[in-house]
């Protein structure tokens, strides 16, 4: 194998950085994050996302305009966590009051909620897994945690958080609101993405569907550029293919390190439809345009 679409996660793309650099195979992720990335990105490691450090701008004009003027944040303590946590902090600066970094397979956070709890916050910025943030959450609530806000990034829209109906509920009674990478709105190719995918598999492309793909072409078109089969030489071609592709996620221009750079981001929040809840977009933040709900 000579290019990887891939991997997912920001943890996953550090761990096998060195490994794939060293046999010069590149890697192009569809949805990692995590701003630490960027420090080995450019040669062998691309992604087709922008960096955290542009999403917690967003992710700070969001709070701000939600008039929160005291902010605790709770994250899980690896790259994508502590990357949160460090750009929000530096764009709100005296507004986070309280910051804790859990460790996943403690299980318990009682003693890290009551500290929050006792700091008198108007909000937690949650940045968390699913399993581990699902028992923080119930946590939370058994707490009396229910009434102050919500805020995640796009690791929180994740809907496997509703398999749990006493988290699912924490989360609609905090008014989780968020955003997460998206295609610029009503563009044509996000349009016959979706178009194609439903056709194809009878439902709506999940999270991070339209970057797979925007991912995939990025790889094949690298590989036509450079006209044969090799890791080093598709790495040399990554860029420029990037720079003249626009697909369903949107122009994938990259920087550098290797970081899409035009980005748009969705602001959704956690919503009930009848018995069921559900993500519910409010508007967008981008970069020409800030935020707009």
Known sequence: MQVIAGPATSVEVLTVADYATSRKVPLISMSATAASISRIGGQ?????????AVQTQALADLIRSQGIRRLATFVVSNDYGIGIEEGVKAQLGDIVVLSIRYDPAKGDYREELSRIKDANVDAILWATWVES?????????????????????????????????????????????????????????????????????GEEPGLFG?????????????????????????ASQIKPAAYHYVGPSGHKMMNESGDA????????????????????????????????I
């Open 44 to 52: 062998y490691i691309f992604r087709v996302v922008p960096s955290d």
């Open 261 to 292: 750079v035009l980005a748009t981001y969705d602001i959704w929040r956690v919503a009930k439809r009848g018995d069921e809840y559900v993500i519910e977009s409010m508007g967008s933040w981008d970069t020409a345009a800030g935020l707009k």
């Open 210 to 234: 339209d970057t797979t793909y925007d991912a995939t072409m990025v790889a094949a078109l690298a590989i036509a550029r450079a006209g044969v089969y090799d890791g080093a030489k598709i």
């Open 133 to 201: 943030g699902i028992v923080a959450m119930k946590q939370a609530s058994d707490l009396g945690l229910t009434n102050i806000r919500s805020f995640g990034a796009e690791g929180m829209r994740d809907t496997s958080f509703f398999a749990d109906a006493k988290a699912a509920e924490y989360l609609l009674q905090t008014n989780m609101m968020g955003t997460s990478p998206s295609a610029p709105a009503e563009t044509l190719a996000s349009k016959q993405f979706v178009e194609d995918y439903k056709r194809e598999f």
